[in-house]
């Protein structure tokens, strides 16, 4: 199964917004960092630059992470998420 992550911030409207499209979600672990960098821990400031999103968060958020793949921001993720929602 492919690790699926949203990052997003605190304080953030379209990170909020985000969040809602993915609620039903179980396969996407959402992690929420401080809206203001300088507030992170160590271990944030590590786990963000692992995952290759340190530097794009600190210009923008939300970002989903798929197997090494980012799509940004709000509209781009409601739209991976209707084109990958499975009907039971």
């Known amino acids: 199964m492919a690790a699926k992550l949203l990052f997003s911030l605190e304080n953030c409207i379209k990170c ?3 969040k809602q499209v993915l609620k039903n979600r179980e396969d996407v672990e959402i992690i929420t960092f401080p809206h203001e960098i300088r ?3 160590e271990e944030q400031k590590e786990f963000a630059k692992n995952y ?4 794009d968060l600190q ?3 939300p970002i989903l992470w798929i197997n090494g793949e980012k799509t940004i921001g709000y509209l781009r993720i409601r739209k991976w ?3 990958n929602t499975t009907s039971s």
């Open 52 to 55: 290759d999103v340190f530097e």
């Open 16 to 18: 909020t917004q985000t």
């Open 81 to 83: 998420v209707q084109d």
């Open 39 to 41: 507030e992170w821990t």
């Open 59 to 61: 210009k923008t958020a």
